[in-house]
């Protein structure tokens, strides 16, 4: 009788989703950290392929100038690289935060259809792709500045491999 009617409640008590709360989210796909990282470039793990495989990041780079040994050229470039990447990457995230934006209104009026949905998705879809593109290009081009005992430094500063 008792395990039947402790069933019986858990059945019939209400059940809270994951997602309770964020219905009052200004655009409810994001949260207020990720809206903060698409609009100021931040790497939000975009970037892990080429970190986590021996490709330094700029900014990481740039922090840790002094532990590499980098020449004024060396600096130079890695600003460069950090600096291109922060446009591109600024500019993309505000584009994906309108576009979620414009998604999330679409579903708020109850005026999205298949067709809409599906060209509103894909360009979201594009312009995370372009994103992490951006952020992974970066890291390419440390390959191209940096020496191969620089690079394995920065491995080891970063925790990567045993540090020396």
């Not at 060209?119 to 594009?126: M, P, S």
């Amino acid at each position: 009788m008792i395990t039947s009617t402790l069933i019986a409640l858990c059945v019939l008590a209400p059940t809270s989703s994951p997602y309770a709360g964020e219905e009052a989210r200004a655009i409810k796909s994001l949260s207020a950290e990720q809206i903060d990282g698409y609009l100021n470039a931040r790497g939000m793990g975009l970037a892990k392929a080429a970190e986590l495989n021996n490709y330094p990041g700029p900014m990481h780079v740039l922090e840790l100038k002094d532990q590499l040994g980098l020449s004024a050229e060396q600096v130079a470039r890695t600003q460069a690289a950090f600096d291109e990447m922060k446009r591109r990457a600024t500019e993309l995230g505000h584009a994906i935060v309108d576009r979620e934006r414009e998604l999330d209104e679409a579903f708020a009026r109850q005026t999205i259809d298949e067709r809409s949905l599906d060209e509103k998705a894909l360009e979201i879809g594009r312009l995370q792709a372009g994103l992490r593109a951006a952020h992974l290009r970066a890291h390419l081009r440390m390959r191209e500045v940096l020496t191969r005992e620089q690079i394995e430094r920065y491995v080891q500063l970063r925790g990567y491999r045993d540090r020396k």
